[in-house]
């Protein structure tokens, strides 16, 4: 099921259908690690992928497969792959591209442990790494070198909203033969379809928005069928980080809801964007709807709606924020995001803490920063608790 269908129709539909023996409508969870086959002959044939079928669920399970086919149709990707967490979904992808030796550029500006794996990890595996501070595509230009085989980025960041023009960066990509990875987790593809820009793969933490209900974790990796082979045969399948079918099952019923939950997740952030903005106690605020916001323009073109994302810093630095977020009382504080109830987080002792301080403020993430991940709740309830906890 592909794009003769809007997204919301194949949210519910894609990648599922009545189950063939049985007719049960909803994609049942086979939560059996292992599958039998009729004869020693077919096992092997299944084995050596000369027959489709399953033999093992870290080799693949068929609730699995429903997502990956129904997350491939979202974003207008050849296949998919579903990894046991976001962060499982992005070392694999990276780890596809590159070995000893190759070169990787990526934004400082993208999530935590993602900068950590890159920052860190892949220099004990000899792979170099560039970091790009800013959103300028010159920068990325500069930066990549003969051995580059990849760039890696977010768009809008986390958590300071830096918005990235994904068709220009997909474009000076292509035309030096250097893959792209995209962190979508932020936008989904309700609000951004990068590789209809021009990216080679999209990432996702399938934990947030995919499944919405901050209920299972898991990750998600789109791109081109040989890719996602490459993916599935010389990383995946080995270093083992594969979902639980009954995560598989959880995230698929989020996704049916996901363009409800979006649509009414960005228009209470646009409002509360709106109200911290003209807030007197509000140094400043980050979210592209904003007019005020650099990326404002960009991300006008290339999302269908700003995001449900917000962070913001308070005059009177940390000690202020830590008054905001201890007063409130329908947000949550919690780490995590894209979930039906509204979260708040202090970035800098919690998603950032082992970025270094200097590296931290380097990118935009002072020891006041405040994010928000805007849910469903009334627009007007959220405002009202924001407002009582910063009168206080
Ligand atoms: N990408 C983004 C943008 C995130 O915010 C997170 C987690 O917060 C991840 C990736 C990692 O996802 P997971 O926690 O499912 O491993």
New binding site residues.
């Given amino acids: 099921m592909k794009d003769e269908f809007q997204i919301e129709t194949m949210a519910v539909h894609a990648g599922e259908g009545p189950c063939p023996t049985t007719g049960a409508l909803d994609t049942p969870i086979y939560m059996s690690s292992t599958f039998a086959a009729p004869t020693t002959d077919e096992l092997a044939a299944i084995f050596e992928e000369k027959q489709e079928g399953y033999v093992y669920t870290r080799y693949g399970n068929p609730t699995l497969k429903a997502l990956e086919d129904k997350m491939a149709a979202l974003e207008g990707a050849e296949a998919g792959m579903a990894a046991?967490?976001?962060?499982?979904?992005?070392t694999t992808a990276i780890l596809a591209f590159v070995k000893a030796g190759d070169h990787v550029v990526a934004s400082t500006s993208?999530?935590?442990?993602?900068y950590n794996f890159i920052n860190e990890k892949l220099p004990q595996m000899g792979v170099e790494r560039t970091f790009v501070a800013s959103s300028d595509i010159g920068e990325y230009e500069r930066a990549l070198r003969p051995t580059t085989k990849l760039i890696y980025f977010?768009t809008p960041?986390?958590?300071v909203l830096q918005v990235t023009d994904i068709a220009a960066l997909g474009k000076l990509a292509n035309e030096r033969g250097v893959a792209t990875v995209i962190?979508n987790?932020?936008a989904t593809p309700v609000l951004q379809r990068p590789l209809e820009l021009g990216v080679d793969v999209a990432?996702?933490?399938?934990?947030?928005y995919l499944c919405g209900h901050g209920d299972a974790?898991?990750?998600l990796i789109l791109g081109q069928r040989d890719y996602i082979h490459r993916v599935y045969r010389d990383i995946l399948r080995d270093f083992g980080g594969v979902m639980s079918p009954f995560n598989a099952w959880l995230i698929l019923r989020g996704i049916r809801t996901l363009p409800l939950r979006m649509k009414a997740s960005c228009a209470n952030a646009w409002r509360i964007a709106d109200f911290l903005n003209s807030h007197s106690t509000v140094e400043r605020v980050n979210y592209p709807g904003l007019p005020s916001h650099p990326g404002h323009e960009l991300a006008k073109r290339q999302m269908k709606a700003s995001g449900a994302m917000i962070s913001f810093e308070l005059k009177g630095g940390y000690e202020a924020g830590r008054k905001v977020m201890d007063g409130v009382k329908v947000f949550s504080r919690a780490?995590?995001?894209?979930d039906t109830r509204s979260l708040i987080l202090h970035p800098a002792s919690s998603?950032h803490r082992a970025v270094p301080r200097e590296e931290r403020l380097a990118i935009g993430i002072s020891d006041s920063l405040v994010r928000l991940s805007v849910g469903i709740e009334s627009g007007e309830d959220l405002i009202r608790d924001l407002e009582q906890a910063m009168e206080s």
């Fill in positions: 046991a967490t976001g962060m499982a979904a992005i993208i999530y935590g442990a993602a977010e960041s986390n958590p962190d987790t932020f990432v996702h933490s399938a934990t947030k974790m898991g990750g780490a995590s995001l894209g998603s």
